[in-house]
Each structure stands twice: as C-alpha cells, then as structure tokens.
C-alpha cells in the first residue's frame, strides 16, 4: 500500500543533547549497552532517539525496536557534510537525549590522509562535540584499564572521554581495583558503572553480523533484560547528564540518491532488509510515492509502480524458496517489460541475475534479467567503502555521477555478462576496475549507496 509523498522539512531537534556509546574494539559489549539504555529510557517515559556511526542496517533495527523511534546511520566518510547535518537533526527531532552507537572501536576508520575524515567514531566525536562514554572489555585486567583509559582520552584532544563504563568485571574486589587505577590516572572522567559478564545476553551472528531483529522471536526478552542489567549496574542519570548538543549544521533532508521512479515499489521482508531510513525518506521528500512488497510472500511489485528497488539482505539463506516463487520472479519480469527501473543492491543485485548457487553448491534459477551469475559455495569476502561513478546516464544520474558506499559480501562472481554499471575505487582511492551491470532500465551492483558526490 502508498505510504504517500513527502511531508514538512525538518526543522526540529536543535536542542536535543546527545553523547556516544564507543569502545577500544568491537566486541566489547558497546551494543548490548546500547540497547539495555535505550530500552530502559524509553521505558521510562524519556522520548530517546538513536543513530549508528557508519554503514550497518543490522544495529539499527535493533535501536528502533528498544527505542521506539527510527535509528539513522551517520557516517563522516560515505556523507556529504549536509547529509550528517539534516540527518543528526532528524533523529533528534523530538527527543529529549540522543544516543550514538559507535562503531568498531573508537578510532577506527578507512584508511585515508590524515586530516581527511576517516567514517570513525573519534570524527563523529570531533565533528558533533557529543562526549564518548568508553565501554572496556575488563577481563584479565586491574591497573591495565586505566592504561588503555589513558590512552584514549589523551589521543585526540578534540574527541572528550566523557565516562567510562568496565563490563565483564567479576567481583567486588575486580571492581575495585579497576576504580582506584581509574581514579589515580584519569580523575575527570567519571566512573559510571561496571556490568558484569552476562551469559543470557548474547547477540547471536552470522556471516555478515548480528541475527537480524525481526528473526529474533526473543528480542523484547532480551532488550528487556539488557535494560535491566543497565538499570542495576550503571548510573544512568549521571551518563545522562554528560550529553550535549550537536554542533553540526541542521537542515533538510534531500535525496541522497536521486528517486529511481515516480512510484517506487520497494522489496521488503527478511530476505530484503537493508534499505536506510534515509534513502527512503528522502526519496519520500523528492515527492516519490513508496510502496512495499515481500518476495517471501511470493508478491510482486505494485503493477503501477514505475521503479521496483531490490535492497540487500539475505537472499541467499532462502534461494530455494525465492526460485520458486512465480508470483515474484514474473512480477520482475512483467515491470522490467513494461519499462520499469529495475534496481538491486548486493542481494537485490543477485536475484536480478540468471542464478544463485547456495552454500550447498545447488544452484537456484533467479529472475534472469541480468548477466550474472553468482555463488555461495565458494564464500570470498568483500568488505569496504566504495568511491562509484556512473559510466552512462540511466535513473541513478549521468555519466560520471560519483557516490560513495559500501560492499560487505561472501558471494563469488561466477559470471557478470554485460555493460558494467560503476567504475569503483576503494577509500584510498585505488582502482578496483568495474561493478554491476546495466541491462536497458535494469541495473544493479554488489555496492549500497549511500550518499551522492560531485566526484566520487
């Protein structure tokens, strides 16, 4: 069904505080934090909004569901300087406190010329003032967390250590070894809790990431229980009380990408989730109507949709049952005859192809409206940022067009037959040769879009 055009600008969320949750590396329970605050705000009544530094549409989902509001990722690397502005001021619009999941560990980024922003947590820090809560890992360590404390908070003086919350520490006396060493070294930074390890709050993964949060039929048992353990351990009101407002330049939120169609039909289920928030919003406010179909289901696009977007996701867990839903496949078929756009993304891209071999080597018939074929049985991954310029005109822009995204993919390129759709460069700017294809109005590639350059 239309969800309809586009609504007012935005012009709200300027006073709105916000602070980041970041950490030394991944995996070091930032997330799980993340979600027990957020969860545990909203449940108190406090309007909470979320974003996540850099490109992931798996966290995200998350956020929304503890919080109750759309998460928007922000990323310095991928967007325009406008685009970080509009998009921090959307989702502060209404909230009372922002919260920003960082991403990796603090400083990491692309590797780029210094000075040149990196998509880290440390430029996100830098660029909005927000102050960093700093999560550690404190397992097999006492006086070392105060070290590695250390280290952080004096490494980039325009990044603040705002407080420091240990998890995994086991005991009183670990607890209190970690706060004197802590206080002798870093005396500003305030000690705001210490969790202890948490076996009932694992975040399931697969290849790329987290088990999504519609997948999980745990999710508010385990978002309750992660607000819990923050309620317990953590002194919210004191990290509360860190937050501050955004020093970025507000504004609307344009198309970052231009609308592929008048009326877009968009692929939507478990198997197509990785669509932002901001690419749809904004295709909403360029006046494009949006409506949703799942390929799950065995529907097709909106016969009077002009333009059909295939996002990512997980096709590859479900091509058995995607190869043999008629309904779907046709309904490509039939919008790709009647002159439609068709475009893909990563899973979208490979669906457009003529197949899809599984991890299991079989290989499954897919819409066939592209040259490519692709598989899973032979796993090679692709990771990172992606500089894209367009080699012809077609519905994402004209020739030389420059975007900027990312690739995170296992698949192995069996084929790729046809005229290609971007020529692509890492963020150094090394050439990495040529990616997706175009065939008439249908079009595709392994890269997600994020934002639109002048140059790539």
């Not at 997330?31 to 969860?39: A, I, K, N, P, Y």
Request: charged share 15%; glycine share 16%.
């Amino acid at each position: 069904m239309a969800e309809g055009k586009a609504g007012a600008e935005n012009r709200g969320g300027a006073g709105s505080k916000g602070l980041i949750i970041a950490a030394p590396s991944s995996g070091s329970g930032k997330t799980t934090l993340t979600l027990g605050l957020l969860r545990l705000l909203a449940r108190k009544g406090l309007a909470v909004g979320s974003v996540k530094v850099g490109p992931d549409y798996i966290d995200p989902a998350f956020h929304a569901a503890a919080s109750g509001r759309p998460c928007y990722n922000l990323d310095s690397w991928a967007m325009r300087p406008e685009s970080l502005g509009a998009l921090a001021a959307r989702a502060a619009s209404g909230a009372e406190l922002l919260v920003c999941e960082g991403v990796m560990g603090l400083f990491d980024g692309a590797f780029v010329p210094a000075g040149q922003p990196d998509g880290s947590t440390a430029d996100l820090a830098a660029a909005t003032g927000w102050p960093v809560v700093l999560v550690i890992d404190g397992r097999g360590m006492t006086g070392s967390a105060a070290a590695v404390l250390a280290g952080f908070a004096h490494l980039r003086p325009e990044v603040r250590i705002g407080g420091v919350i240990f998890n995994r520490v086991v005991g009183d006396k670990h607890k209190a070894a970690i706060a004197a060493a802590c206080a002798r070294a870093c005396p500003g930074i305030s000690l705001l809790g210490f969790l202890p390890p948490s076996s009932g709050l694992e975040t399931p993964s697969r290849h790329l990431g987290l088990v999504q949060a519609a997948e999980r039929a745990d999710l508010q048992t385990f978002l309750d229980g992660a607000a819990a353990l923050v309620a317990e351990h953590v002194d919210v009101d004191g990290l509360a009380a860190l937050a501050q407002p955004s020093r970025l330049a507000g504004g609307s939120l344009g198309a970052m990408i231009p609308p592929l169609g008048a009326r877009i039909a968009v692929a939507r289920d478990t198997a197509f989730a990785f669509a932002y928030p901001a690419l749809l919003e904004g295709w909403r406010q360029a006046g494009a109507e949006l409506s949703f179909f799942s390929p799950l289901a065995d529907q097709g696009p909106d016969e009077a949709a002009d333009a059909v977007y295939l996002p990512g996701g997980y096709p590859e867990l479900h091509a058995g049952r995607l190869a043999g839903n008629a309904g779907f496949l046709n309904g490509l078929r039939r919008a790709a005859a009647a002159g439609a756009v068709l475009y893909g993304e990563c899973g979208g891209y490979m669906v457009l192809g003529r197949g899809m071999e599984d991890a299991q080597g079989v290989r499954h018939a897919m819409a066939g409206l592209l040259g490519l074929e692709t598989s899973f049985a032979r796993r090679r991954l692709h990771l990172g940022y992606r500089r894209a310029a367009l080699y012809a005109a077609g519905p994402l822009g004209e020739a030389g067009q420059g975007y900027r995204g990312h690739e995170f993919h296992y698949a192995s390129v069996l084929a790729e037959q046809g005229a290609p759709l971007f020529s692509v460069a890492d963020a150094p700017g090394a050439d990495l040769g040529h990616a997706g294809l175009v065939e008439g109005r249908v079009t595709g590639s392994f890269v997600h879009l994020i934002d639109r350059f002048a140059g790539s």
